[in-house]
């Protein structure tokens, strides 16, 4: 009965238009209430503890991180870059898309920031180039979902709090299974572009080439500084995101100049906002996380699922069928938090290494982004690109099937995240 008090009083608050935030607040009320056990202290010192955690100040420098790099011009310059690179293929300005797009998720973990980034200047000159806009709005929507996945990001960080499970080894965990949608938007592209009657882009000689990647270098070299920091161990990822924004701060303001002190305050006010409505997501979640576990949901969903327990690769089926239908109606921080303390007893007792569940969580609530009817990341390229949302909606379709089939590849495989995270450890 507890279980179905958690649902109705959780989904029946959303229903009516309230913030995802006050909703899984008024599930823990709820909850408390109906076990008798009300007590105002109990919420406060629940939320409390949720933010007094080292960790979580990861998430306020790799946004603010974002946020300069954005405006520092390092989100552009790596976008010259790819054009030098691959443009003047045939669908180049595609692969360049998913190229930018993947260097640009190795910086910023925002998928949303990035997408909008790739969507201003790359929507006009596919355009202009004659490719198929409602496609390539698609496709950027979906290069733009990498960024959670491939380190440094953000989701990694609140799964990782959530779950309590390293977030040194889900950041090593994502790179692989990251480069691998990348490749399959690749192929995607590839095959779809075939249709468009395009016009190639001229292609750059060596040393337009070699001057576009010197301009770039202090944007490229922020990703190897952030991994390679973490990597290497020195530095813990708390440590890597205030580096991060102390580099992307400096560049933007002493080599390319483009960021301005009077900008500053913009910046960082945007980034304020951004971190508040994350964190004050966290700190709700703790509270319906502790009367979660408190009611013993976990154990109530395991008996409906027992028969899986000793199936793994059939129970991982069914739990990203349930993250991808949740996902198409939550954001991917509400989607992390609501279901991580119920899905992670299940987990840890059917004997599923929790890092990898944690990236292939990471990506089923990514795919959500760009799946109806909210996909998020679509009313970003939607707005951003000026394209109806309709249109993304018929665009993206490949290349949503491309992630998932990725997905499904990797519950098939598991071996393709786990044994290159081990390594990478």
């Excluded at 010192?45 to 520092?72: H, Y």
């Excluded at 009077?262 to 979640?285: E, G």
């Excluded at 991580?340 to 969580?361: E, H």
Aim: hydrophobic letters at 60%; a positive charge.
């Amino acid at each position: 009965m507890t279980l179905v008090v958690f649902i109705t009083s959780l989904l029946g608050a959303m229903a009516i238009g309230v913030p995802v935030a006050f909703a899984l607040m008024f599930c823990g009320v709820t909850l408390m209430w109906y076990m008798g056990m009300f007590n105002s202290q109990i919420i406060a010192q629940n939320m409390i503890a949720g933010a007094d955690t080292f960790t979580l100040l990861a998430i306020p420098f790799f946004v603010l991180a974002g946020e300069l790099m954005n405006s520092g011009g390092l989100s552009r310059r790596i976008i010259e870059f790819a054009i030098a690179c691959v443009g003047h293929i045939r669908g180049g300005l595609g692969i360049v898309a998913i190229m930018a797009a993947v260097i640009m998720a190795s910086i910023s973990g925002s998928a949303a920031a990035d997408t909008a980034a790739l969507a201003a200047i790359l929507i006009p000159m596919m355009a202009k180039a004659g490719y198929n806009v409602p496609r390539s709005a698609g496709l950027i929507a979906s290069g733009g979902i990498i960024a959670p996945v491939i380190p440094p990001s953000m989701a990694f960080i609140v799964f990782g709090v959530a779950a309590n499970v390293s977030i040194t080894q889900l950041f090593m965990a994502g790179i692989v299974p990251g480069m691998l949608m990348g490749i399959a938007l690749v192929i995607a592209w590839q095959i779809v572009v075939r249709k468009d009657n395009v016009l190639p882009l001229p292609k750059a000689p060596a040393k337009e080439r070699l001057r576009v990647t010197g301009r770039a270098a202090w944007a490229l070299g922020m990703p190897v500084i952030i991994l390679g920091g973490i990597k290497a161990g020195v530095v813990t990822p708390t440590e890597a995101a205030v580096i991060a924004a102390a580099y992307a701060m400096f560049v933007g303001m002493v080599i390319y100049r483009e960021l301005k002190p009077k900008d500053l305050p913009r910046v960082i006010l945007q980034a304020a906002k951004t971190t508040s409505i994350i964190m004050f997501l966290v700190c709700a979640a703790l509270v319906s996380a502790w009367l979660i576990t408190a009611a013993n949901i976990p154990g109530e969903i395991t008996r409906y699922i027992e028969p899986l327990i000793d199936r793994p690769m059939l129970l991982m089926f069914v739990i990203m069928a349930l993250v991808l239908v949740v996902g198409t109606a939550l954001d991917l921080t509400p989607t992390i938090l609501i279901l991580t303390p119920v899905l992670m007893p299940i987990i840890k007792q059917a004997g599923i290494d929790p890092v990898y569940f944690g990236v292939m969580f990471i990506m089923n609530c990514c795919i959500g982004l760009i799946t109806p009817p909210v996909g998020v990341v679509l009313n970003v390229v939607s707005g951003v690109g000026r394209v109806p949302l309709g249109k993304v909606v018929t665009g993206i379709v490949p290349f949503l099937l491309a992630q998932v089939l990725v997905l499904v590849l990797l519950v098939i495989f598991p071996d393709i995240v786990i044994v290159p995270a081990q390594w990478l450890r």
